[in-house]
């Protein structure tokens, strides 16, 4: 064998090692946000049938981790799994998913690995005692605060509550459209699995995209009325379902649509194209 063919097969292997590493980086992290997702709609469904006085946000799901028997190990094996969601986003921004080379992919990849960075610090950061700042509604209705004071404050509150508004919707068609399953293998999958997967991303992103889209409607009204207690984190999002002219009902159709959402992300973890 010449050194060059010597070169070449180390290379081969390097990028071999790189590729293995990201996808595992990967399932984890889908993993952690089935954890996340599962949780958060558990708590919705307490609230929704007058059980349930934790909060329906990150926050209260980790609280919930950490009630468990070892709780703080749990926490911080969470903290990984985001932490790893963070990695194989950045990988997909520097070389692309799957094949996909678009720079906009390459960009929505940049800001989910920063998103994940910042859920997995959280995360830590709680499992380390220190709270974790994962937000809520008063983190919520602070930053709107702090943005309306800026000059021109409320057109970018109201922009950024239309953007927020937009992915949901975003998120809304692309589930009943099945658009997701063009991001998994489902060749490998018996047709009673491929059924039941469909079934819960298409359910798991509506409520998704639902709960975005509501969030980012309350983000645009806090604008209009230059009203930062309008704003309206997780929980109150989820609250408010419970208040239109269904009842409870819708808030229990959408809280079951996120449990879903976990069970899709377990999905993904498994049979994701990476």
């Known amino acids: 064998m010449t050194h060059a063919q010597q070169s070449g097969g180390t290379r081969a292997d390097r990028a071999d090692r790189v590729d293995r590493a990201a996808t595992a980086a990967g399932r984890t992290g889908f993993t952690a946000r089935g954890v996340l997702y599962t949780l958060l ?10 059980s349930g006085g934790e909060e329906a946000d990150r926050q ?3 609280h919930q981790v950490a009630e468990q028997p070892f ?21 997909t921004a520097v070389f692309g998913e799957a094949g996909e080379k678009k720079t906009g992919s390459r960009l929505l990849s940049a800001g989910r690995a920063v998103f994940y960075a910042s859920v997995a610090w959280g995360t830590g950061a709680y499992a380390a005692g220190s709270g974790g700042g994962s937000g809520g509604d008063a983190s919520s209705r602070d930053w ?22 937009g992915v949901g919707v975003a998120i809304g068609v692309r589930a009943v459209r099945r658009r997701f399953l063009r991001k998994l293998d489902t060749g490998a999958m018996r047709p009673p699995v491929r059924t039941g997967v469909t079934g819960v991303g298409v359910a798991g992103n509506l409520a998704r995209g ?10 645009v009204v806090a604008a209009v009325h230059f009203d930062p207690g309008r704003a309206k984190g ?5 609250r408010s379902f419970a208040q239109t002219a269904a009842g409870p009902w819708l808030l229990v ?6 449990v879903l959402y976990g069970a899709f992300s ?9």
């Open 41 to 50: 709609g558990v708590l919705a469904l307490r609230i929704a049938f007058g």
């Open 60 to 62: 209260g799901a980790l």
């Open 71 to 91: 709780g703080t190990a749990l926490l911080w094996a969470l903290a990984a799994g985001f932490a790893g969601m963070a990695l194989w986003r950045a990988s």
């Open 144 to 165: 709107t605060a702090t943005a309306l004071g800026w000059p021109g404050g409320r057109w970018l509150v109201g922009a950024a509550g239309l953007v927020l508004a």
């Open 210 to 219: 639902t709960v975005y889209a509501a969030a980012g409607a309350f983000v």
């Open 234 to 238: 997780m929980d109150d999002t989820l």
């Open 253 to 258: 159709a959408v809280a079951a649509g996120l």
């Open 266 to 274: 377990f999905a993904s973890a498994r049979w994701r194209r990476f």
